[in-house]
């Protein structure tokens, strides 16, 4: 799909555009989140916590088909974190995150 729109000179400039435009956007945000007084954070480093112990900061992220647990990941806990917490540096938070849990029936 990518060598068909690089071939295309029209499409590869607008890809270009496309891309430049995200990639600016994207350093704004984190240069703004750097230099803000607090410093904001994204909060990745739940993997493996039990769910119910990050409540307050990240909100479970439902599939349709079961999780099923691993050797480092037990049942009701955090196996991938799907989009992070937004923190500020003194510990309060912006934005809830999302997490995926390992399978269990009714975590609530």
């Given at each position: 799909?990518?060598?068909?729109?690089?071939?295309?000179?029209?499409?590869?400039?607008?890809?270009?555009?496309?891309?430049?435009?995200?990639?600016?956007?994207?350093?704004?945000?984190?240069?703004?989140?750097?230099i803000s007084?607090?410093?904001?954070?994204?909060?990745?480093?739940?993997?493996?916590?039990?769910?119910?112990?990050?409540?307050?900061?990240?909100?479970?992220?439902?599939?349709?088909q079961t999780v099923?647990?691993?050797?480092?990941?037990?049942?009701?806990?955090?196996?991938?974190?799907?989009?992070?917490?937004?923190?500020?540096?003194?510990?309060?938070?912006?934005?809830?995150?999302?997490?995926?849990?390992?399978?269990?029936?009714?975590?609530?």
């Open positions: 799909m990518s060598q068909i729109l690089l071939e295309d000179e029209e499409k590869s400039e607008i890809l270009k555009e496309k891309v430049t435009q995200f990639v600016e956007s994207l350093s704004k945000s984190c240069w703004l989140m750097a007084s607090p410093t904001v954070t994204l909060h990745f480093d739940v993997v493996g916590k039990k769910v119910q112990d990050i409540r307050d900061r990240f909100m479970q992220f439902t599939t349709q099923a647990t691993t050797a480092e990941v037990g049942n009701g806990c955090v196996l991938l974190v799907a989009w992070p917490c937004l923190q500020l540096e003194n510990e309060a938070f912006l934005a809830k995150g999302e997490v995926v849990v390992a399978s269990e029936a009714d975590v609530k």
